[in-house]
T-cell receptor, first 110, second 114 residues
Framework: GQNIDQPTEMTATEGAIVQINCTYQ??????LFWYQQHAGEAPTFLSY????GLEEKGRFSSFLSRSKGYSYLLLKELQMKDSASYLC???????????FGGGTRLMVKP | DSGVTQTPKHLITATGQRVTLRCSPR?????VYWYQQSLDQGLQFLIQ???????AKGNILERFSAQQFPDLHSELNLSSLELGDSALYFC?????????????FGQGTRLTVV
């Protein structure tokens, strides 16, 4: 089984930087995903890490440490439209099934 | 638009009834995943099909069943519905094989049981 933890809510200011952490416990780790989900909408893929280190994609970066069971999503130059839930998900084993954390609701304020 | 199509978008039904949710995956994707998202529980994996066969099972109730057809579309059947089954049901599809194994989500079916 898996245990995935992330903060429930965070607040940040427009133009700032925010880091959303995710810790996990799993056997057979085979990748970590970050998804963005606006209320009532479908989750959309943001990033994928399977090896240790930082993956950068525009304003969003994601970091993974497999030995620590830890990842973070870094959002730079925050915009109001970044207000959403951010879901950490872990892939276990060879299948593509993902187990999601409870999500972090990010509120961006002017 | 993710390319994954779910119908219907909204469904209101009474307790005890049975409903069928439909999902058409992205062109070329062989895997279909079903997830349930309720307000207090987040995204919960229900079941996965790959090229017509059940591949993985999560916390899916016995009252729920699914199948994937030869044309790769999938249906999720929910029976003997209870108030607690009210949730957003998402279908996602994925390619498998090489490359980043991300899942692409449909817009979901919002089920309300009254």
């Amino acid at each position: 089984g898996q245990n995935i933890d992330q903060p429930t809510e965070m607040t940040a200011t427009e133009g700032a930087i925010v880091q959303i952490n995710c810790t996990y416990q799993t056997s057979g780790f085979n990748g970590l995903f970050w998804y963005q989900q606006h209320a009532g909408e479908a989750p959309t893929f943001l990033s994928y890490n399977v090896l240790d280190g930082l993956e950068e994609k525009g304003r969003f970066s994601s970091f993974l440490s497999r030995s620590k069971g830890y990842s973070y999503l870094l959002l730079k130059e925050l915009q109001m439209k970044d207000s959403a839930s951010y879901l950490c998900a872990v892939r276990e084993g060879a299948g593509n099934m993902l187990t999601f954390g409870g999500g972090t609701r990010l509120m961006v304020k002017p | 638009d993710s390319g994954v199509t779910q119908t219907p978008k909204h469904l209101i039904t009474a307790t005890g009834q049975r409903v069928t949710l439909r999902c058409s995956p992205r062109s070329g994707d062989l895997s279909v995943y079903w997830y349930q998202q309720s307000l207090d529980q987040g995204l919960q994996f229900l079941i996965q099909y790959y090229n017509g066969e059940e591949r993985a099972k999560g916390n899916i109730l016995e009252r729920f069943s699914a199948q994937q057809f030869p044309d790769l579309h999938s249906e999720l059947n929910l029976s003997s519905l209870e108030l607690g089954d009210s949730a957003l049901y998402f279908c996602a599809s994925g390619r498998g094989g090489e490359g980043i194994p991300e899942a692409f989500f449909g817009q979901g079916t919002r089920l309300t049981v009254v």
